[in-house]
């Protein structure tokens, strides 16, 4: 079974050029990568499939916010799949978290936020959701970090706002994520859409990504596509790579 430690150590054999390409192999999986200014470009779901390259990011699978959904609990059983498949193969994981602030420390912008999502006509009106160290706050049960994983905690739509997401994951040398939990057209959509600015490529696991308005999602997937910074996948997909089986 693959570990971090020998896919970082994985032996590269060419399988072919092209005058800007290469195709190679690794551990039996053949990778269609472009070529410039001494880079490897990734095109396809396996070039990025590695955890000395990738990393899964769990957003968002809060007590709180999946009591919100109709689906949560085949989202959360998809999402748990997903991050056994990745503790299988050695990938790094990291969970985020959302908090509001409380009442005396909510802004302009927060009060107006939460008055619209509440649909409040005065912020005396205004429920202060998801605070900190309450029950709603804390993961699924089905999702408890291990010791070699970590949670960061955010007050932003973006989980590389306000987090030390992308400095982790630039420390390990990672330029790409997988990405699942809820919600997408809430909080994953303007995440895949800061990364992109910061240099990092965004996988979406479509299946593992649970929301509340399909309309919504829907655009968000459309975004996706018109931009072409994001890959999107499907736990069938992606599960045997990211576990390391053969296919």
Not at 8 to 36: F, M, Y
Request: proline share 6%; with cysteine.
């Amino acid at each position: 079974m693959p570990t971090a430690q020998s896919n970082s150590k994985r032996n590269r054999i060419a399988a072919g050029t092209g005058p800007d390409g290469v195709r190679s192999i690794e551990d039996g999986v053949e990778l269609t990568l472009r070529h410039g200014n001494g880079l490897d470009i990734p095109e396809e779901l396996a070039d990025v499939c590695a955890p000395h390259r990738m990393a899964v990011i769990v957003y968002d699978m809060q007590v709180g916010v999946l009591s919100q959904l109709p689906d949560s609990e085949e989202i959360i059983e998809r999402v748990a799949r997903v991050v056994e498949a990745a503790r299988r193969g050695g990938y790094p994981v990291i969970f985020l978290r959302h908090f509001f602030l409380p009442r005396r420390l909510s802004g302009t912008f927060a009060l107006r936020m939460a008055m619209s999502w509440q649909q409040a006509d005065s912020v005396d009106d205004v429920k202060f959701i998801l605070q900190r160290d309450t029950p709603a706050f804390e993961l699924v049960p089905e999702l408890r970090p291990t010791a070699d994983e970590v949670v960061f905690d955010k007050t932003s739509m973006s989980a590389f706002e306000g987090t030390p997401l992308a400095a982790v994951l630039r420390d390990l040398g990672i330029g790409a994520y997988a990405i699942v939990g809820v919600a997408l057209e809430i909080g994953i959509a303007p995440t895949v859409t800061h990364s992109t600015d910061l240099g990092f490529v965004p996988i979406v696991i479509s299946d593992a990504c649970g929301g509340r308005d399909k309309e919504a999602m829907t655009r968000a997937y459309d975004e996706f596509e018109f931009q072409g910074h994001a890959m999107v996948t499907d736990t069938a997909t992606i599960l045997p790579l990211l576990a390391g089986e053969p296919a």
